[in-house]
């Protein structure tokens, strides 16, 4: 069974220049994640579809991040423009929903904005 | 707001000895409690989790981890580590949240390596 497919697996651009990072869950995985890594970091949580609802994007800043998914599979996650502090590993996870279901990650692009 | 701390940031281990990974979280109820291991440009990949009853948790890869309420703690050990376990590690927490898979919380991860 194929794993959750992230790409690119790395970007690199110019601040100020928008940038887009897609996710392809796990088949028949309802639910997605979009998390942020910073060097060091734990990952921190951006934003949560059900399906093709965005049931949790408390933490997604929205004047510059934005997020859709789709027919509830697919989803993109996009800057515009961006900035030197948004240079991190950028996660999608996804899980079959439901308490406590485990979440699996894809390998995440790595952003560097110069 | 749930939090997870790990206190350990490095740790070193000779190849063959005892691991103990520390995790300590903050949560108003029993937690959904997790651990994760990420090698080098990898994701995160599920070592095991605790949900209820059993509190000693048995996962991949020969680590198991126990929950212990009274410090509210969830350790991760292995009994002899082999080189391959070089890998950063987190501890996360879930909440019962009763309407669907929310969130994790992460801790900042414990960086292992493993000495010859």
């Known amino acids: 069974e194929a794993g959750v497919v992230q790409s690119p697996r790395y970007k690199i651009i110019e601040k100020k220049q928008p940038v887009a990072f897609w996710c392809n869950p796990i088949?028949?995985?309802?639910?997605l994640y979009w998390y942020l890594q910073n060097l060091g970091q734990g990952p921190e949580l951006l934003i949560r579809?059900?399906?093709?609802?965005?049931?949790?994007d408390s933490q997604l800043p929205k004047d510059r991040f934005s997020a859709e998914r789709l027919k509830g599979v697919d989803s993109t996650l996009k800057i515009q423009p961006a900035e030197l502090g948004d240079s991190a590993v950028y996660l999608c996870?996804?899980?079959?929903?439901?308490?406590?279901?485990?979440?699996?990650f894809g390998p995440g692009t790595r952003l560097l904005v110069l | 707001a749930q939090s997870v701390t790990q206190p350990d940031i490095h740790i070193t281990v000779s190849e063959g000895a005892s691991l103990e990974l520390r995790c300590n979280y903050s949560?108003?109820?029993?937690?959904?409690l997790f651990w994760y291991v990420q090698s080098p440009g990898q994701g995160l990949q599920l070592l095991l989790k605790?949900?209820?009853?059993?509190?000693l948790v048995q996962g991949i890869k020969g680590f198991e981890a126990e929950f212990k309420r009274s410090q509210s703690s969830f350790n991760l050990r292995k009994p002899s580590v082999h080189w391959s376990d070089a890998a950063e590690y987190f501890c996360?927490?879930?909440?019962?949240?009763?309407?669907?898979?929310?969130?994790?919380?992460f801790g900042k991860g414990t960086h292992l390596i493993i000495q010859p």
């Open positions: 579809y059900e399906n093709e609802e965005a049931v949790d």
């Open positions: 088949s028949g995985h309802n639910t």
């Open positions: 949560y108003g109820a029993t937690p959904y």
């Open positions: 996870a996804s899980s079959l929903g439901g308490d406590g279901e485990t979440q699996y």
């Open positions: 605790y949900f209820s009853g059993d509190t």
């Open positions: 996360a927490v879930g909440p019962h949240s009763g309407g669907g898979a929310d969130g994790l919380t």
